[in-house]
């Protein structure tokens, strides 16, 4: 698998640790930027896709401070595989029903094995 890969998942890894009993499994992450300096550093943009506007509250948490944990925990777990500084941005997004549209599914990595 690619580190664009690896990467959205130990995000997802980190909102799942976060939420437990909460969770809600209709979760998904993209990279949606990946960029590498010449100093060695890279930059990530990634947006974590939630069925309802709810969920979103959920992962953002009380002052940001949710989505500040997942995102220092991912950023640790990425900056230890690729060994160097990592500046993750996540955002969230709110993609009602993504679990029932064939298109949304392939867009957010998953697809049909055949």
Do not use: N
Request: aromatic residues 8%; charged residues 30%; hydrophobic residues 40%.
């Amino acid at each position: 698998r690619s580190m664009r890969f690896v990467a959205a998942e130990l995000v997802r890894e980190q909102l799942y640790m976060k939420l437990r009993q909460e969770l809600p499994y209709q979760i998904a992450v993209t990279v949606e930027h990946w960029e590498e300096s010449e100093s060695g550093s890279v930059t990530i943009y990634a947006t974590i896709h939630v069925a309802r506007e709810s969920h979103k509250g959920m992962v953002i948490g009380k002052g940001g401070a949710g989505l500040k944990h997942v995102g220092t925990r991912a950023r640790h777990g990425i900056e230890e595989l690729l060994e160097r500084p990592v500046f993750l941005d996540l955002k969230v997004r709110v993609q009602t029903r993504w679990m029932d549209d064939v298109k949304a599914l392939r867009r957010l990595g998953y697809h049909e094995e055949t």
